[in-house]
């Protein structure tokens, strides 16, 4: 497109907007037809010349020169109507790209294009499982997020999955699901109710780190926060087992102090593994860097109905920062009759208890940042016990993990 014409074009978005208009450009007169818009968009500071004065209008505009005065738009959109809005969104997705190099903050951009914003993650991991009638895995893992902004208080979010197995292809070696669903409805900074399939994280993970489908009241004032919960965990043995659950935390600064509650109903729920309610409590001590750290949980089982876990951490981690990192070593053990079902740690086949036991093992796992968003992610377990399955004593994985 040739130059003038573009910028004619343009002109149009920044109709009403005021800027005193004197023509800068030594090559465009007051007799040419685009006169009154190139010296208006001069001024408005969103088109530039050349060094010698001229405009040079004739000559046919890249896709990076618009997309330039696409970000200096941007920067003026509190005072367009909206009909113009609409026509800057439009622009700011077919040049998402040239705006990201130009430094255009590729968030900001996507909050403009039709409300609607994608992120994600990719992982490479290799696992060496303890089971011994079981094989090591080496596969693949993206997810994509997608949430859509429906008002200044309410989203929605989905989260696109999918595994791709290069080593003994498992079952759903290449399948591509939606893992997650909910929205998220705000009322004021401090207070949400969510509702769909979304993400539960306990404490530190050793218990429980995946979905639920369900309800969630949530709120935090940045030193208090609370929750509370109804629906259906979607891991372990409470798998589609009705719950209602809690916890609350208070950041006293020098630690964090975390409780949580669940209470399984229906005639499966004491059946599956032995107890239907179970309380825990976490305990974060940072010192500068480090950090001691522990939980204990406690059920209603009749044996073999507590769990811990105790361990110290280092960490400057920052994905944005390489050689930044974190390295933590634990010691759990959990009881036959006191886990969830959920556990965080990748290096996890082992976690199948026999009955009447507590496992046992140690752990260390850590991340490193090698690039911008890119980490490698370790796990070692050792001294494992007390495993239903004909298991080694150790188990490990490494995986590459990009965040985009």
Request: proline share 1%; with cysteine; aromatic share 12%.
């Amino acid at each position: 497109m040739k130059k003038i014409l573009a910028l004619a074009t343009v002109a149009a978005l920044t109709a009403g907007v005021s800027a005193y208009a004197a023509n800068p450009f030594s090559d465009v007169t007051a007799d040419d037809w685009a006169y009154q818009a190139v010296s208006d968009l001069s001024a408005q500071g969103v088109v530039e010349g050349y060094p010698d004065g001229t405009f040079k209008g004739e000559r046919n505009m890249t896709r990076y020169e618009l997309a330039q005065i696409v970000a200096r738009l941007m920067a003026k959109e509190d005072q367009l109507n909206a009909e113009q809005q609409a026509t800057l969104d439009k622009l700011a997705g077919e040049y998402a790209d040239e705006l990201a190099n130009l430094g255009v903050r590729v968030s900001n951009l996507e909050k403009k294009v039709g409300n609607i914003s994608w992120a994600g993650d990719a992982k490479m991991m290799y696992t060496n499982n303890a089971k011994k009638a079981g094989t090591d895995t080496y596969k693949g893992r993206i997810r994509l997020n997608v949430k859509g902004q429906v008002n200044d208080a309410t989203y929605v979010q989905g989260r696109i999955l999918t595994n791709m197995y290069f080593k003994d292809a498992g079952k759903d070696d290449g399948n591509t699901t939606m893992d997650r669903l909910f929205v998220n409805h705000s009322f004021g900074d401090k207070t949400s109710v969510v509702l769909g399939r979304q993400d539960l994280t306990v404490f530190g993970g050793l218990e429980y780190d995946d979905a639920f489908d369900g309800a969630k009241l949530a709120y935090s004032d940045g030193k208090f926060d609370a929750y509370a919960a109804f629906g259906q965990l979607n891991a372990g043995d409470y798998d589609k087992t009705d719950a209602a659950f809690g916890g609350l935390g208070y950041d006293f600064g020098a630690a964090k102090l975390n409780a949580a509650y669940f209470n399984f109903t229906g005639d499966k729920a004491k059946t599956v593994s032995g107890f239907d309610s179970i309380w825990g409590a976490n305990l974060v001590v940072p010192v500068d860097n480090f950090s001691v750290f522990g939980e204990y949980w406690d059920s209603n089982a009749d044996k073999n109905d507590n769990a811990y876990q105790a361990g110290i951490g280092y960490s400057t981690l920052d994905a944005s920062k390489p050689g930044t990192f974190a390295l933590n070593v634990a010691y759990n053990r959990v009881g036959a009759g006191a886990y969830l079902g959920g556990t965080t740690y990748d290096a996890s086949d082992f976690f199948d208890i026999a009955a009447g036991k507590d496992l046992k093992f140690w752990n260390v796992f850590g991340d490193v940042v090698l690039q911008k968003n890119v980490t490698l992610h370790g796990e070692y377990a050792w001294d494992i016990e007390n495993t239903k399955a004909d298991c080694d004593d150790n188990a490990w994985t490494v995986s590459l993990n990009y965040a985009f």
